[in-house]
């Protein structure tokens, strides 16, 4: 599987945010977006999974399922985490899992939350969640469900030591299955990662 952008461009509000960026990330590479504050790295993600019109340029997926758009054979994970604070830790999820076309048996829920070090909360209301119990309740989607691109917008943000190392492991799982990965971050990921430089470097 090989992911390909050639000459992208991305306008937000008539506003170029950059233009002529091109690479490619070959199955079990990482790459790291980098770049300053509002160089376009969110927008970059947001693009490739389809939520922002490709101003100009092409993005295409080799490898993957020809009857399926890039978005849906990638997981984005990005600032928001769209959660039902009502709902429990466990329905979320359901949900979520249900939505992008997975299995929701409660045992294969349990295993994902586990995975994040939930599975005590699976009862919870996601209202009573801190910021970092919520953003690995957000990563969770990545292994309740099996989808070849991870698309994510700093995802160690709000994370203690222990859970960003407990993401590294799950994205060097995800290389090592021949998965691709694209995350922007300012920090380290925890795993090798080639640099992708989003407007002027940093």
């Known amino acids: 599987m090989r992911l390909h952008a050639e000459?992208?461009?991305?306008?937000?509000?008539?506003?170029?945010?950059?233009?002529?960026?091109?690479f490619q990330a070959e199955a079990g590479e990482a790459l790291q977006v980098v770049g300053r504050n509002g160089a376009g790295k969110s927008s970059l993600l947001r693009m490739?999974?389809?939520?922002?019109?490709?101003?100009?340029?092409?993005?295409?997926?080799d490898g993957g399922d020809p009857e399926a758009s890039i978005g849906e054979q990638a997981h984005y994970c990005g600032h928001q985490d769209a959660f039902k604070p009502a709902l429990t830790v466990k329905e979320n999820l359901a949900f979520w899992t249900a939505f992008l076309g997975g299995p929701a048996?409660?045992?294969?829920l349990l295993a994902a939350l586990a995975?994040?070090?939930?599975d005590h909360l699976a009862d919870l209301p996601a209202g009573y969640l801190s910021a970092g119990q919520r953003r690995r309740l957000a990563l969770a989607r990545l292994v309740s469900i099996a989808r070849p691109l991870w698309l994510l917008d700093e995802p160690t943000a709000a994370l203690d030591q222990a859970s960003q190392q407990v993401l590294a492991s799950l994205m060097a799982a995800h290389l090592a299955g021949g998965g691709l990965i694209l995350a922007a971050t300012h920090g380290p990921l925890g795993i090798a990662a080639r640099a992708l430089v989003v407007g002027p470097a940093p």
């Open 7 to 22: 000459a992208l461009a991305c306008q937000r509000g008539g506003r170029t945010v950059f233009r002529d960026l091109s």
């Open 48 to 61: 490739i999974a389809g939520l922002v019109p490709v101003a100009a340029g092409a993005i295409r997926l």
């Open 105 to 108: 048996t409660g045992d294969d």
């Open 115 to 118: 995975r994040l070090g939930l």
